[in-house]
């Protein structure tokens, strides 16, 4: 598994303030190979997709603890389509309760990652979907 050469962009979406799970997320993506960038706290929907688009993302990984995930998430994808980049796969990490999934997923996010999922998953998962996204599957 490698990511390299791949730019993914972390976010922390609203008015969260815990950016640990965020950080442990880019340090794995960077030790895939990956570079990453991450946003820091509390940014706007808006922001996220701006900078995504400015620095010519591969993807994007929300982290959102807030209870907010769906409104966050669907907002963030929203602007991106706005920006002509809703091709770039959006990732959602955090308190993301089961029965949300569903929505999440029509809303268009690409994967969801808990707690209870290991890093080496998360990784892997985001490698597989920026594959499937170049190839066109």
Request: glycine share 10%; proline share 4%; aromatic share 2%.
């Given at each position: 598994?490698?990511?390299?050469?791949?730019?993914?962009?972390?976010?922390?979406?609203?008015l969260?303030?815990?950016?640990?799970?965020?950080?442990?997320?880019?340090?794995?993506l960077?030790?895939?190979?990956?570079?990453?960038?991450?946003?820091g706290?509390?940014?706007?929907?808006?922001?996220?997709?701006?900078?995504?688009?400015?620095?010519?993302?591969?993807?994007?990984?929300?982290?959102?603890?807030?209870?907010?995930?769906?409104?966050?998430?669907?907002?963030?994808?929203?602007?991106?389509g706005?920006?002509?980049?809703d091709?770039?796969?959006?990732?959602?990490?955090?308190?993301?309760?089961?029965?949300?999934?569903?929505?999440?997923?029509?809303?268009?996010?690409?994967?969801?990652?808990t707690?209870?999922?290991?890093?080496?998953?998360?990784?892997?998962?985001?490698d597989r979907?920026?594959?499937?996204?170049?190839?066109?599957?």
């Amino acid at each position: 598994m490698s990511l390299r050469g791949k730019r993914i962009l972390i976010a922390k979406p609203g008015l969260d303030g815990h950016d640990v799970g965020a950080k442990v997320i880019a340090m794995a993506l960077r030790d895939a190979g990956a570079e990453v960038i991450y946003t820091g706290l509390r940014k706007a929907p808006e922001m996220i997709a701006r900078v995504a688009v400015e620095e010519d993302m591969d993807a994007v990984g929300l982290s959102i603890l807030t209870g907010s995930h769906k409104e966050l998430a669907a907002e963030t994808i929203r602007c991106l389509g706005e920006l002509g980049a809703d091709d770039v796969p959006v990732f959602v990490g955090g308190t993301i309760p089961a029965q949300d999934l569903p929505e999440l997923k029509r809303a268009g996010v690409r994967d969801v990652f808990t707690a209870a999922m290991s890093i080496d998953d998360v990784v892997a998962a985001i490698d597989r979907a920026i594959g499937a996204q170049e190839t066109g599957r």
